[in-house]
C-alpha cells in the first residue's frame, strides 16, 4: 500500500515561482520588446499579453498582493493585543516589562540597521532597473517629531480604515495594556481575541496554501519583460539575508550577553543548538514556546517566574529575523525599481520594522504581510514582494531560529539582572541534558 507524502508549502512556493519564471521567458520570447502575439481562432483571435499577461495573470497576481495587505490590520492588531494583554502581573508592567520591551526593541532595531547597512554596500538589486507594473508618487518625508506625533492617533478607527500601522501599533498596545489592568472584564475579552488570533492564524495559513498561485501569476507577469539576470540578484539577496541572521545570531546576541551579564556567550550558544534546531525545523517561534522555556529554565537557569513572561512575550513581540529581512528586502525591491530612498525613508523603515516586529506573530509566512505594510510607507511597490518570495520560506527558518536564540537572551538578561537566575546551571554543560528527549513527547500530551 503506498502512502503518497503531500509536497511541502516550501517546495510548491519554488515550483510556482520556477513555472511563472520559465512561462514568463518563453511569453518573452515570443513576444520580444514588448510586442504582442495574436493566435487566431475559431470565435475570437486570442492575444497572448492582453488574456494572459495583462489579464489573468495580472489579476491573480493583484489579488494575491490586496489578500497580503488585507491582513496587515487585524494581524497587527490582535496579535499584539493578545501579547500585552498577558502581562497580568502588574507589578511586574514597569520593571520587568521595561526591560523585556526594551531590550527586543534595542535587538530589533539593531537587526535591521545592521541588515540594510549590509544590503546599501552590497547592492543586491542594483542594475536591474525594472519598472513596476503601478505608479506612485515620491513623497516629502516628515520629520522625526513630526513620526512621533503622528504615531498617536486621534481616531483610531481612522487609522484601521486608512492602514496607519504605526497608529494602529500604539494602539493596540495601549488597549493591550488596559485589558493586563482590568481584572476579570480585561480576561473575558482577551479570551475574545484570543479566539479571533486563532482564525486569523487560520486565515493566514489559507493564503499562504495560495501563495504557489499568487506566486506563479506574479512571476509570469514580472518575467515576461524581465531578463534572467534578475534571478542571479535575488541569490545575492539570498545570501546577505542569511549573512546578517547568522552575524547578528552568532556575533550580536552573544556581545549583548557578555556586556550585559558577564556570561560565558559560548556555553550560551552551545546550550541553545536544540531549541534552536526545532525553531529551523518548525519555521515557527510559537510552536517552540515550550522548547524555549524548557531551555531557559532548565538548561540556562532562569526562574521560571522569568522565563514564563518573557518567552511568551518574545515570540510576539521579538522578531529579528524578520525585521532582518524587511531591511534587506526593503534595500533590494528599492534597488531593483530604481527608486532613491533618502535619509529620512531609511530611518522610517527602521522605526516601521521595529515596531512592526511587536505585532508579528510567531508563525511561518507572516514576515510577507509585514513586509507589505514596510514598503507602503516608504512608497515602494508591494509587487517586488513577488521578487522574494521563492527564497523566503527558505530563509523563514533560519529567522525562527535567530528569533528564538534572541527570546532566550534577552531572558537571561532579565533574570539575571532581577536575581532570578541560577549560575551554577548555566555553567553546567549537563544540566538539562535528562530532559532533552521528554520535550519532544511532552508537546504531544
Given at each position: ?15 510556482g515561482m520556477v513555472a511563472g519564471i520559465v512561462l514568463g ?205 534578475t534571478f542571479g540578484n535575488l541569490i545575492v539577496y539570498f ?207
Amino acid at each position: 500500500m503506498s502512502t503518497n507524502k503531500p509536497t511541502s508549502l516550501t517546495t510548491r512556493i519554488i515550483i510556482g515561482m520556477v513555472a511563472g519564471i520559465v512561462l514568463g521567458q518563453i511569453l518573452q520570447l515570443l513576444m520580444p520588446d514588448g510586442s504582442d502575439l495574436v493566435i487566431p481562432l475559431i470565435f475570437a483571435d486570442l492575444s497572448l499579453r492582453g488574456f494572459f499577461v495583462d489579464g489573468l495573470f495580472n489579476v491573480g497576481g493583484e489579488i494575491f498582493v490586496a489578500s497580503l495587505r488585507m491582513l496587515v490590520v487585524p494581524l497587527v492588531f490582535v496579535s499584539l493585543i493578545c501579547g500585552t494583554c498577558s502581562l497580568k502581573d502588574t507589578t511586574k508592567l514597569g520593571r520587568i516589562g521595561g526591560k523585556t520591551i526594551t531590550l527586543y526593541l534595542l535587538t530589533t532595531a539593531i537587526a535591521i540597521t545592521f541588515a540594510m547597512t549590509i544590503a546599501l554596500l552590497v547592492g543586491p538589486g542594483e542594475g536591474v532597473n525594472m519598472a513596476a507594473n503601478t505608479t506612485f508618487a515620491s513623497r516629502e518625508a516628515p520629520s522625526l517629531a513630526q513620526v512621533f506625533i503622528q504615531m498617536f492617533p486621534s481616531n483610531p478607527f481612522a487609522a484601521f480604515a486608512e492602514g496607519n500601522m504605526l497608529q494602529v501599533i500604539v494602539f493596540a498596545l495601549l488597549f493591550g495594556i488596559a485589558m493586563a489592568l482590568s481584572g476579570e472584564a480585561g480576561q473575558r475579552i482577551a479570551k475574545l481575541f484570543e479566539d479571533l488570533n486563532a482564525v486569523i492564524m487560520r486565515l493566514v495559513t489559507i493564503l499562504m496554501n495560495l501563495a504557489p498561485y499568487g506566486v506563479f501569476c506574479l512571476m509570469a507577469t514580472l518575467f515576461t519583460d524581465l531578463s534572467l539576470n534578475t534571478f542571479g540578484n535575488l541569490i545575492v539577496y539570498f545570501l546577505v539575508v542569511l549573512f546578517v541572521l547568522l552575524t547578528h545570531a552568532f556575533v550580536t546576541y552573544p556581545i549583548i550577553l557578555k556586556v550585559l551579564t558577564g556570561l560565558n556567550p559560548l556555553i550560551f550558544l552551545k546550550k541553545m543548538r536544540t531549541t534552536a534546531l526545532f525553531a529551523f525545523s518548525t519555521a515557527s517561534s510559537n510552536a517552540t514556546i515550550p522548547v524555549t522555556l524548557e531551555s531557559a529554565t532548565k538548561k540556562m537557569g532562569v526562574n521560571n517566574s522569568i522565563a514564563s513572561f518573557t518567552v511568551p512575550l518574545g515570540a510576539t513581540i521579538n522578531m529579528d529575523g524578520t525585521a532582518i529581512m524587511q531591511g534587506v528586502a526593503t534595500v533590494f525591491i528599492a534597488q531593483v525599481f530604481n527608486v532613491d530612498l533618502t535619509l529620512s525613508d531609511y530611518l522610517m523603515v527602521i522605526l516601521t520594522a521595529t515596531l512592526a516586529s511587536i505585532g508579528t506573530a510567531g508563525v511561518p509566512g507572516v514576515g510577507l504581510i509585514m513586509l507589505a505594510m514596510v514598503l507602503d510607507q516608504v512608497g515602494l511597490p508591494v509587487e517586488g514582494i513577488g521578487l522574494i518570495i521563492g527564497v523566503d520560506r527558505l530563509l523563514d527558518m533560519t529567522r525562527s531560529a535567530v528569533n528564538v536564540t534572541g527570546d532566550t537572551m534577552v531572558t537571561i538578561v532579565v533574570g539575571k539582572k532581577e536575581n532570578q537566575f541560577n549560575e551554577e546551571i548555566f555553567l553546567d554543560e549537563n544540566a538539562g541534558k535528562d530532559i532533552e528527549e521528554i520535550d519532544f513527547h511532552h508537546l504531544k500530551d
